[in-house]
């Protein structure tokens, strides 16, 4: 599966953005979706999964309670709301899918990623 990110941009801390990744070729609603991040300097470091039927799922503990993860299996796309946000959640926010598997946190079980999204918090 093809993936594109979007939605990224410049915000203030306290304020919201919400991320979108839009998914072509093979059948979206077979794959777990989960998002990642990587600042500058910094590894690549999980955000939120989802699977592929919306019931499961989970949140690294710096996002839980501001991120939420949600997919549209008709639109095949996959959102992050990102609310309170604090300058440390800047970075390049990546989309990524796995075929037919429960979601990880471990980027290494994803074989399908779209380009990044470049989300910037200032204080």
């Known amino acids: 599966v093809q993936l594109q990110a979007s939605g990224g941009g410049l915000v203030q801390a306290g304020g919201s953005l919400r991320l979108s990744c839009v998914a072509s070729g093979r059948t979206f609603s077979a794959y777990s979706m989960s998002w990642f991040r990587q600042a500058p300097g910094r590894e690549r470091e999980f955000v939120a999964a989802?699977?592929?039927?919306?019931?499961?799922?989970y949140y690294a503990d710096s996002v839980k309670g501001r991120f939420t993860i949600s997919r549209d299996n008709v639109k095949n796309t996959v959102y992050l709301q990102m609310n309170s946000l604090k300058p440390e959640d800047t970075a390049v926010y990546y989309c990524?899918?796995?075929?037919?598997?429960?979601?990880?946190?471990?980027?290494?079980?994803?074989?399908?990623w779209g380009q990044g999204t470049l989300v910037t918090v200032s204080s």
């Open positions: 990524a899918g796995v075929w037919f598997k429960r979601p990880t946190s471990d980027h290494n079980d994803y074989d399908s």
């Open positions: 989802i699977s592929w039927s919306s019931d499961i799922t």
